[in-house]
């Protein structure tokens, strides 16, 4: 039962990285208004607003995305390790 929960843990994590990816590239080369887009960026955006909040940009760069991949990894990888103290 733990092994089936921590690939599930890691399936999940993994799908928030690629959202989190997608919504980057997406960002470049579509419009906010494209629909495909637009699903990306409410799976996305709700995560990345609480970073957002604490971490100012820097210039014109937004390091939001790539704190929450570091996040959703470390919190997966602790998940993960817990299940099988």
Do not use: C, K, T
Request: proline share 7%; aromatic share 10%.
């Amino acid at each position: 039962m733990n092994l089936i929960l921590a690939e599930a843990i890691r399936w999940f994590s993994q799908v928030i990285v690629i959202l989190v990816l997608a919504h980057i590239i997406l960002s470049y080369f579509l419009s906010p208004y494209h629909p495909i887009r637009a699903f990306v960026d409410r799976l996305v955006e709700p995560l990345l607003a609480p970073i957002r909040r604490v971490v100012p940009l820097v210039g014109m760069l937004d390091f939001s995305p790539m704190i929450l991949i570091i996040l959703v990894q470390l919190i997966a990888q602790v998940l993960v390790s817990l299940l099988f103290l």
